[in-house]
């Protein structure tokens, strides 16, 4: 079975492909509803396992949180800014012919990085995620209360209240493409079932993840086939949930140290990438007869970046964060 940290890396991987391949790799919005469920867990793991026995646990937990994603999304998106400034004119001059309003929005979401999913294009194309993510983060101390407050049934209640907004929303098209959509309320499903999987922890048998990953196989050779649309985001979701059984088994099992640099290097994959992305379609479009070659390079620029970006910037900026964090746990314990 698969290891938690192996599972995101490939997760980030299934998305730095599908961005430079989409004809032939289209599962990235699937990768992303997939890191979703895992939010959920690790995040409900964390808060209760850690946050919670700190003096000022919101304080911690929005500081860690922040801490965590923030700085190294700042870093890729001002490097994004050159890579666009360099090799892509258009989308700065995209930019340049937003109105007043609109470009200081533009900006100040890739500042706060609130926002960032309802801007029609950004500097770094994954980041929408990540504000996503942070309305997660928002909302989840009352996610939280109502836990403490009302047992697992208050969750269960929950999720199942916004899996029916979920299908509301589905059954009226004009929501999809309306503010909701690119909001929490709308993958609010997919963070309460990652929830509960911490707290209705489930070991699936492997007969019924078989039995998923065949559905997900199927549906897979369908989109080949162009049987099923391969842009459909419906279909991305479903697959996400096929993958809740695997995902349940998976992340009850032990990481050993490989496995936890696999897991912190995928953030940084995930969104060093988009540097790379950029160039790379102009290159391909320029160059049809050497899509291979220049997929090949571009998976190597990637993986060197990844690398040294992890390595020289995130993993420092991760120590720091952790020696404040036994420095908050000290506090407590009063050494």
């Not at 909001?183 to 609010?188: E, G, H, I, N, V």
């Not at 993840?209 to 479903?238: D, F, G, H, K």
């Not at 291979?292 to 390595?311: E, H």
């Amino acid at each position: 079975m698969i290891k938690p940290g192996m599972l995101r890396f490939l997760l980030a991987l299934i998305v730095a492909v599908g961005h430079a391949v989409p004809g032939w790799v289209f599962l990235g919005y699937f990768a992303v509803i997939c890191f979703f469920i895992l939010s959920g867990y690790w995040i409900s793991s964390l808060f209760h396992r850690q946050y919670t026995q700190e003096q000022h646990p919101l304080f911690v937990f929005y500081t860690s949180r922040l801490w965590r994603l923030v700085p190294t999304l700042l870093l890729f998106t001002i490097a994004a800014l050159v890579m666009q400034a360099l090799f892509d004119r258009s989308f700065m001059l995209q930019v340049q012919q937003l109105s007043g309003f609109a470009q200081t929005r533009f900006w100040l979401s890739h500042v706060f990085v609130f926002g960032l999913a309802l801007l029609k294009f950004r500097l770094l194309g994954p980041a929408w995620s990540l504000d996503i993510e942070l309305q997660f983060y928002g909302v989840f101390p009352l996610l939280y209360l109502c836990v403490s407050r009302f047992g697992k049934r208050g969750l269960l209640s929950l999720a199942l209240l916004s899996a029916l907004a979920y299908l509301f929303i589905r059954c009226l098209p004009v929501l999809q493409f309306s503010f909701i959509k690119p909001t929490f309320l709308y993958y609010s499903p997919f963070f309460l079932a990652g929830m509960l999987l911490y707290w209705w922890p489930v070991v699936c048998s492997r007969y019924i993840v078989l039995v998923c990953n065949l559905a997900l196989l199927v549906i897979t050779a369908l989109l080949y086939a162009q049987v099923l649309p391969r842009s459909s985001a419906l279909i991305n979701e479903i697959m996400a949930v096929l993958m809740i059984p695997l995902i349940s088994n998976c992340v009850t099992r032990k990481s050993d140290a490989k496995d936890a640099w696999l897991g912190n290097i995928s953030y940084v994959l995930y969104l060093a990438h988009w540097l790379w992305i950029i160039p790379y379609r102009q290159w391909v479009t320029a160059n049809t007869g050497a899509q291979v070659l220049l997929f090949c390079a571009y998976l190597l620029l990637t993986g060197i970046t990844s690398y040294v970006a992890y390595r020289y910037f995130d993993a420092k900026v991760n120590r720091a964060r952790k020696r404040w964090m036994a420095r908050q746990a000290a506090l407590v314990s009063g050494e």
